[in-house]
């Protein structure tokens, strides 16, 4: 069995509600259509921007089966499975597959914080690689989670062949740094946020999974083949560009931002679900601006 | 309409499982009818003891269902009903109510932590509480959530008609204090644990919802009768008994250990569901020891 | 030796500066006139409410001397030594005995904060309670420190023949009632803030160390009485009701707030030393109206 | 004025005790002219592997001196001077510049941490850079300080003349990202650890202030000269090697394991003052193993 290859830029799509609530199906047409003209690697569903936490199973399930039906053919569509249980996770995830998920993105049970130690965690992800149809991706998400996934539970879990990288939102790139100095053979890091994508190109990392890449997929599969071309001084411009933005629609106004940001773009983002609040007029002012900054929004 | 009145002491109850994996209806009988035979005020079905993360949707109307069938006349069963969602919380609260459920306990929405400032939380809390056909009750367990509610939040949401207490497993005692002191009306609240009930009763507090309940609910009855009868240096003897035992089965071991204390008691634990391990030898070691100094099992 | 007795309330006093920013002692003598008009334990100087940080050695000396010559014969002064390193602390309690303090405050070290394990910290203590010729009190000060002395840590070196009590400022309720509840002997804990002073009490503590005493001294006095006699429902009226206050001159306004409470009072309060800034006008109003509401401050 | 270039790397050297614990002025010379044998930038002293909390202010003024005096010509020595009060850090910046020091480390205050707001941060170190006769450098030290200057502080104080760059050990890349893309002009980012350096240097830091060159300074020199070279796969495979001995000497063991790894090397490492412990038998073995396989050590 050939490694599922990584390497690039996925947009970690957010889930667009109709007037009634309901996922859409034509909203996402509709952002596909426009992610689907840069040459990205493939996309996410279902993760922090897809507000997973809010879809019920048959709407997880649904999400996948829409976006596989859109999907060029030879972009990967990795489906977040992640569920506090590991029965639900293994449920969830051989569904994602069924509905023609190419991979699982598995964040880390995380209720339980102070008993996810490393025995559990290995446990946990060890069931899901094994009863998992398709490859598994570790997912770490402190900001949400509360829990860092440490080097030496990622280190161990590399080593399972069913497992073949893992999404780092934590940017903590000194444990990227040793972990990727410890695996050896194929793991397959990606930078789990824009704002660090190229110090974790500078470790070994093979591409992101950037929030960013909804609004700037140019920028970030420019970033990303500059570093590949070798152009650092490029990369690095880009990098200190973009961060900005990038900051906006992640950590200072999250998803309602990055939605906020498709509809100043004419994309279909819309509002979150409840409990989260749409974004407020001074953060809609502040990504206008960002966005025009970088030339993504025309100023006349 | 009369207020529902929390006064007294509930266990938060474990949710067995059989050999399958299974909700054991049989296992919560065993349990329900040993704490039956103490003056408890009610029971907490789908709390964090209750591994509610774990369960799916049917599961939990399930377990209220059960439990409702065993409950005697005069207890109150409290049902914990919070989802990550509004349109969710409100949905599975429905749900509980209409399978028996005279309360909603509900956890604040907690994955976005970044956005569940006090306008998301109000907003959320009031569409529940408007929407619950029982009261609500807020529930702050900042150890799983990684958020703590505020005081003014919480005093703010007092004001709803619908929401008529709290669970505060945070252990802040001076927030507990400031929001006692400025509601005015009828406001419950209850120790999320027998870790500080005395003194959260010092503040005013009605009751507890203890884990250590379900394994010491005699001790835990009467720390507040004594409270109740004004006999302090009882109350304060056994608060500072409890806490060693208490702190084995929460913080430190959490539910697994809970439920191993109640195997070697002879009631129905069991194993947790994975990711959760069940408790290693040293840890029953130490809390056969710690149940041995309680008295509350035999020696012999 | 007889046991120094600490039962009562200490005011931890601020440190007064004059125009050139220098320790003024006619400020301190203004203060103390006040407070020495009530029933308090003692004093408390060089802690976190006098700025002890921003004092060098030879200020530090010298506020002992001051104090001790104001200090009434039956009331008690404790002063803040802990420092970074053992020997500094060491160096310092020296200093501080034979400049007249009655008993060492001693904050843990906490600038490794990695490397602060328990045998560091026992071996830190031991050491200053050895040298020192005062008896030495544990401090617990997390909010500043990023550390929480542990209840194991802390029942170990209860032990220490010179190691008499606590000042606990954590807040954690259910660690106070561990350790009370292992240690077998005298250890007199005194509750670290007035925002949990009644909860501290219901455990065992038998007085505090309370910032809002410099500005509330006759609250806090009357709050311990009632627990002392029995009338519980009086004292837990008066923590819920000084509970605001407090919490404006602690957490939410610091040393800054406090020396502005004590402007407001007719005190000599004056700025504290930068970075800190004094109170700005906000936060003065809102002092203003939380001791008018406490009648400290005439509305005439 | 010419801008003092900070571009290379820079070993904070730990100060090392004599056997009555007091500063050694042979043991810093003899580990000055090893560290003299590399093409490093310069030195810092009195930074936190520098124990500078430990050290009294006549301390600090003598080790600025002794290694003034066995300083090549064209390196740089940066003295750390930060203290927690404002006029504490002016007059020992004074003095250390009086003493040779050519330019100051100023870490932030942080046992106020509530109230070092942006407000009080920006007075602060304008007072010290207005005051200051040598350039001042920020110094970012979470894991300490339990603080983060953050971004738009760093961005407002590097419009200051005298403030030319910064230290940041927090390993934050995306703050870092950020304050480079928004400070237009001479502002020079120092990667605070050897655990980021490569990052650090991809976004356009200028070089690095690194624990594990005391130890390891060829290989940071060489990993700092790769990434100039634009040779970045070997800048890469250099980093990943790096960082599990980085982190022994840093996050893992601190300045107990990186004394014990100077030792190791024939260095004067030796103990750290009280109360930090010296490295234990498990980490001199680990720290042994770790300086084989980089070949610092030979395994003859």
Same mark, same amino acid.
């Given at each position: 069995?050939?490694?599922?290859?990584?390497?690039?830029?996925?947009?970690?799509?957010?889930?667009?509600?109709?007037?009634?609530?309901?996922?859409?199906?034509?909203?996402?047409?509709?952002?596909? *259509?426009?992610?689907?003209?840069?040459?990205?690697?493939?996309?996410?569903?279902? +993760?922090?921007?897809?507000?997973?936490?809010?879809?019920?199973?048959?709407?997880?399930?649904?999400?996948?089966?829409?976006? /596989?039906?859109?999907?060029?053919? *030879?972009?990967?569509?990795?489906?977040?499975?992640?569920?506090?249980?590991?029965?639900?996770?293994?449920?969830?995830? /051989?569904?994602?597959?069924?509905?023609?998920?190419?991979?699982?993105?598995?964040?880390?049970?995380?209720?339980?914080?102070?008993?996810?130690?490393?025995?559990?965690?290995?446990?946990?992800?060890?069931?899901?690689?094994?009863?998992?149809?398709?490859?598994?991706?570790?997912?770490?998400?402190?900001?949400?989670?509360?829990?860092?996934?440490?080097?030496?539970?990622?280190?161990?879990?590399?080593?399972?062949?069913?497992?073949?990288?893992?999404?780092?939102?934590?940017?903590?790139?000194?444990?990227?740094?040793?972990?990727?100095?410890?695996?050896?053979?194929?793991?397959?890091?990606?930078?789990?946020?824009?704002?660090?994508?190229?110090?974790?190109?500078?470790? %070994?990392?093979?591409?992101?999974?950037?929030?960013?890449?909804?609004?700037?997929?140019?920028?970030?599969?420019?970033?990303? %083949?500059?570093?590949?071309?070798?152009?650092?001084?490029?990369?690095?411009?880009?990098?200190? /560009?973009?961060?900005?933005?990038?900051?906006?629609?992640?950590?200072? +106004?999250?998803?309602?931002?990055?939605?906020?940001?498709?509809?100043?773009?004419?994309?279909? +983002?819309?509002?979150?679900?409840?409990?989260?609040?749409?974004?407020?007029?001074?953060? /809609?002012?502040?990504?206008?601006?960002?966005?025009?900054?970088?030339?993504?929004?025309?100023?006349?």
């Amino acid at each position: 069995m050939s490694l599922l290859d990584l390497a690039g830029i996925f947009p970690p799509i957010p889930t667009p509600f109709d007037q009634d609530g309901e996922v859409s199906s034509s909203a996402l047409r509709q952002n596909l *259509e426009f992610l689907n003209g840069y040459d990205l690697r493939g996309y996410v569903v279902l +993760g922090s921007n897809g507000e997973f936490v809010f879809l019920d199973r048959e709407e997880k399930v649904k999400t996948v089966e829409i976006v /596989r039906d859109l999907l060029p053919s *030879e972009r990967l569509l990795i489906a977040g499975t992640g569920c506090e249980s590991t029965r639900s996770t293994v449920r969830l995830t /051989r569904e994602a597959a069924k509905a023609g998920a190419d991979a699982a993105l598995v964040i880390n049970p995380h209720y339980y914080k102070n008993r996810m130690d490393r025995a559990s965690l290995i446990r946990h992800y060890t069931t899901v690689a094994d009863e998992s149809p398709i490859p598994v991706i570790l997912y770490n998400m402190p900001a949400s989670t509360g829990l860092e996934l440490d080097g030496p539970t990622v280190v161990e879990l590399a080593g399972h062949a069913n497992i073949i990288g893992m999404k780092d939102s934590g940017g903590n790139l000194s444990k990227m740094a040793q972990i990727l100095g410890a695996i050896h053979g194929d793991f397959q890091m990606l930078a789990g946020s824009a704002g660090f994508l190229l110090p974790a190109l500078s470790l %070994g990392a093979v591409g992101g999974v950037a929030a960013l890449a909804n609004i700037a997929p140019g920028l970030c599969v420019e970033l990303h %083949g500059a570093f590949l071309k070798g152009e650092l001084q490029q990369a690095t411009d880009l990098q200190v /560009r973009i961060v900005g933005l990038n900051s906006l629609v992640t950590r200072e +106004g999250g998803v309602p931002a990055l939605k906020a940001s498709m509809d100043l773009l004419g994309l279909a +983002g819309g509002e979150p679900r409840p409990p989260l609040l749409p974004a407020d007029a001074l953060l /809609r002012k502040r990504l206008k601006q960002a966005l025009l900054e970088l030339s993504l929004l025309d100023s006349r």
